[in-house]
């Protein structure tokens, strides 16, 4: 089956700098990458996604790139802020709907 | 905008009992999923059902079952529970191909 990593596990950048969480993925038949957002006690929340007929996707701050030949993708987020500061999983899946998620990234983003 | 409600944000249970977690969907959405996570794990796939009586086996379904009499509830049974199904339990659904959407998740403890 389907298995993603996620590094690194913990990120810390200055507030204004970018930050890139990158993953990998093993199963060459996976065709989206969606990324979600978790704030403590929250729920994870769509940030951004990707599907494998394009190679990179931006929305404002936020950007995924993808790599199908290396099998990674990676989430750009530029201008940091505060609020940016949460846990982000990277997930992929094939022709199910089946996500199989990273473990997920805990990004902090000092004032 | 789509609502996944779970019954409830916190449940205390004891060592053997049976217990039901339930989810609700309002989007006549036909995949339904549980997951649950755990510090450093990510989310892992317990069950999923892509329509009503229908279920699939996730990565850990050991030690648990579904219900899915209608399209928009999705029951997580933990049939006799031990203390290593203390967890966060989290309901997701989508439709077809599109983003899966959480609950805010259901925090079991198992005495």
């Known amino acids: 089956g389907e298995n993603v990593e996620q590094h690194p596990s913990t990120l810390s950048v200055q507030e204004g700098d970018s930050a890139v969480i990158k993953c990998t993925y093993s199963?060459?038949?996976?065709?989206?990458f969606p990324w979600y957002k978790q704030e403590l006690g929250k729920r994870p929340q769509l940030i951004i996604d990707?599907?494998?007929?394009?190679g990179e996707k931006k929305d404002q701050r936020i950007a995924v790139t993808l790599n199908k030949t290396a099998k990674h993708f990676s989430l750009h987020i530029t201008e940091t802020q505060p609020e940016d500061s949460a846990v982000y999983f990277c997930?992929?899946?094939?022709?199910?709907?089946?996500?199989?998620f990273g473990k997920g990234i805990t990004l902090s983003v000092r004032p | 905008d789509v609502k996944v409600t779970q019954s409830s944000r916190y449940l205390v249970k004891r060592t053997g009992e049976k217990v039901f977690l339930e989810c609700v969907q309002d989007?006549?959405?036909?995949?339904m999923f549980w997951y649950r996570q755990d510090p450093g794990l990510g989310l892992r796939l317990i069950y999923f059902?892509?329509?009503?009586?229908?279920?699939e086996k996730g990565d850990i379904p050991e030690g648990y079952s579904v219900s899915r009499e209608k399209k928009e509830r999705f029951s997580l049974i933990l049939e006799s529970a031990s203390t290593n199904q203390t967890s966060m339990y989290l309901c997701?659904?989508?439709?077809?191909?599109?983003?899966?959407?959480f609950g805010d998740g259901t925090r079991l403890s198992i005495l």
């Open positions: 997701a659904s989508s439709l077809g191909f599109q983003p899966q959407h």
């Open positions: 199963d060459s038949a996976s065709n989206y």
């Open positions: 990707i599907r494998s007929n394009v």
């Open positions: 997930a992929a899946s094939g022709a199910n709907s089946k996500l199989t």
């Open positions: 989007m006549d959405h036909e995949n």
């Open positions: 059902s892509y329509d009503v009586k229908m279920k």
